[in-house]
């Protein structure tokens, strides 16, 4: 199946700092990503859908100037997560979807701790 | 609101049985239908995906698609251990919802 990944796997960050994750798509070329959370035991909550070379569309709830995303090209996205604050602590995945009806693959995660 | 409704379980089948996973979904212009599978601490995985009426099959999986009742299943033959984790399905019509998920427990 497609790949994709994301890069770091876990990160410890202090409160109010910045913290920036990257997914990509390593076998195919994905015009959309998209960007989940997962809290503990809850299912994945949509943060936004990122497409290639235009703004992301943000999910009601999800601040945009907090979360930025860039999608500068077509095996990149990244999630830039702002001043982030101890309930910013989740698990991030992103996911790419392979063809217009395919199925998304996710990348593995990215586990967030803020102190 | 777009709903998709699983049993979150945790669902007991012992090893070799079949496990069958449910699941409906809200909107009826959905499309799509995904199963997907998550270990503990990690990322879900693509199992099967379905967008016509009765059974795919792949392996020890199947699938089966009621759009008339909204109804989307998922079947284990000859469950293992190694299949105990969360079931996650999912449909899509211009977004995919996700269910809460169903944990799955497959007894030695």
């Known amino acids: 199946g497609a790949v994709v990944s994301q890069h770091p796997s876990w990160v410890i960050c202090k409160s109010g700092t910045s913290v920036k994750i990257e997914c990509r798509s390593l076998d195919f070329q994905a015009t959309t990503m998209f960007w989940y959370r997962q809290f503990p035991k809850q299912s994945l909550m949509l943060m936004a859908t990122s497409n290639e070379g235009s703004k992301a569309t943000y999910e009601q709830g999800v601040e945009k100037d907090k979360f930025l995303i860039n999608h500068a090209s077509l095996t990149l996205s990244t999630l830039t997560v702002t001043s982030a604050h101890p309930e910013d602590s989740s698990f991030y995945i992103c996911?790419?979807?392979?063809?217009?009806?395919?199925?998304?693959?996710f990348g593995p995660g990215t586990r967030l701790t803020v102190t | 609101q777009k709903e998709v409704e699983q049993n979150s379980g945790p669902l007991s089948v012992p090893e070799g049985a079949i496990a069958s996973l449910n699941c409906t979904y809200s909107?009826?212009?959905?499309?799509?239908f995904f199963w997907y599978r998550q270990y503990s601490g990690k990322s879900p995985e693509l199992i099967m995906f379905i967008y016509s009426n009765g059974d795919k099959e792949d392996g020890r999986f199947t699938a089966q698609l009621n759009k008339a009742s909204q109804y989307v299943s998922l079947l284990i033959r000859d469950s293992q251990p190694s299949d105990s984790a969360t079931y996650l399905c999912?449909?899509?019509?211009?977004?995919?919802?996700f269910g809460k998920g169903t944990r799955l427990h497959i007894l030695p």
């Open positions: 909107d009826r212009g959905s499309q799509s």
């Open positions: 996911s790419a979807r392979l063809g217009l009806a395919g199925g998304k693959y």
């Open positions: 999912a449909a899509q019509d211009d977004k995919i919802i």
